[in-house]
């Protein structure tokens, strides 16, 4: 092929290459990367802009035959608006620092491998980011404050790593995150701070976090908060809660009081309250009658509803 009927820039076409040489270069995962064909056309996972024929984006994984660490020459894809490495367990080491040079990326994912490591404070320069999600790895150390700084952040996804700490203060600034941490090593108590959070999907469960947590119910956007398995302890009787809210699970803490009366009138979905301290009558209304008792059982004395009646 001729170098001007190729559309491939000569610059992304070399980093595609040598990732190719650094994690599988005689896996069936590559066959298509052949130097003498064009990225732009005849690759597979690998897509350009119709305008510039840069190469827009790069979805690497699902495949149990690509071994080795994310290359740093990643960094020079800079065209890149989505790009994922998943569904590889042989993919190992850190995120190289490279990938804060992406700065038009729209959607970076990174789950179900063995990265390790901390999450880099310098994916703050990613100011494009809508997604963000590094779920499913062995990262450790804390959620960086820097992540704050990403101003148009929708989703960040960081569940079953071996993160600790807590939610940085930082992340009240957010206003609509969907934030998942769940199954992590975090602790302590949640920063008062973020009752100024815009999260519309906050998910807290299995990790240690302990201390008051009502503040979170007031956020006007949520529609759904994850709070099972901690040690969260607060009075549960006069939270308030967002009127479009549809999934609430604050199984297995130590929460204690009554059952609100409005969460009769919330559009529930999934919901279970079980394994707390809570007592009193379970509220009456069309909604709450959709579950049944292992969303009540456990608690210091529930009765009604579908437990046994009230004495």
Same mark, same amino acid.
């Given at each position: ?21 650094? $994690? ?77 040079? $992406? ?30 999600? $590094? ?104 939270? =308030? ?8 699970? =604050? ?16 559009? $529930? ?43």
């Amino acid at each position: 092929m001729s170098p001007k009927a190729e559309l491939c820039h000569p610059n992304d076409k070399n980093a595609l290459l040598e990732i190719k040489a650094h $994690l599988g270069p005689n896996t069936t995962f590559f066959s298509s990367w052949q130097p003498n064909t064009d990225c732009c056309k005849t690759w597979y996972n690998v897509g350009c802009d119709n305008q510039t024929n840069r190469v827009k984006y790069l979805t690497i994984g699902q495949n149990n035959e690509l071994i080795g660490q994310i290359p740093p020459i990643v960094g020079q894809l800079t065209g890149l608006e989505v790009l994922y490495f998943n569904d590889m367990p042989g993919l190992t080491g850190l995120i190289p620092s490279s990938i804060s040079n $992406l700065v038009n990326l729209q959607d970076l994912e990174f789950f179900r491998t063995n990265l390790t490591g901390s999450i880099p404070q310098s994916l703050y320069r990613l100011k494009k980011l809508n997604i963000l999600d $590094l779920s499913e790895n062995k990262f450790n150390g804390l959620i960086p404050a820097s992540l704050s700084r990403i101003p148009n952040l929708q989703k960040l996804t960081l569940q079953k790593n071996q993160l600790s700490g807590s939610i940085p203060e930082s992340f009240s600034s957010f206003k609509n995150l969907a934030l998942q941490v769940s199954d992590n090593n975090l602790s302590g108590p949640i920063p008062k701070s973020l009752s100024q959070a815009g999260f519309s999907w906050l998910d807290l469960s299995n990790n240690q976090f302990i201390g008051d947590a009502s503040f979170l119910f007031r956020n006007p956007k949520l529609i759904l908060i994850y709070l099972r398995n901690n040690a969260f302890s607060f009075d549960f009787s006069n939270v =308030v809660f967002n009127s479009r809210l549809q999934g609430l699970d =604050v199984s297995h803490n130590m929460i204690y009081g009554s059952l609100p009366r409005q969460l009769s009138q919330l559009p $529930l979905q999934v919901f279970n309250v079980s394994y707390n301290q809570l007592c009193g009558p379970v509220p009456t209304g069309k909604w709450l009658t959709r579950f049944g008792a292992d969303s009540f059982e456990n608690n210091k004395c529930l009765c009604g509803g579908p437990l046994p009646a009230c004495k």
